[in-house]
């Protein structure tokens, strides 16, 4: 998550999202599975522990573990 951060400072979600659909899955994340990740971003006051929470959400996903 940091390094998505990192990478991705001045960006928007959208795209920090997106960096971290194409690190876990090889892909760009859908419309829907933006609108979800955004919905959450700003339901928490921590932006960085939301990035954290939402990489942690992608790596535990059957998806994920079949990617890798």
Do not use: C, P
């Amino acid at each position: 998550a940091h390094r998505i951060q990192k990478a991705t400072e001045g960006e928007s979600m959208a795209v920090k999202i997106d960096a971290f659909f194409w690190d876990a899955y090889a892909r760009s994340a859908t419309d829907e599975e933006q609108e979800i990740m955004q919905a959450y971003y700003r339901s928490i006051n921590d932006g960085i522990t939301a990035m954290e929470n939402i990489a942690f959400a992608l790596m535990n996903t059957k998806e994920f573990i079949y990617v890798y």
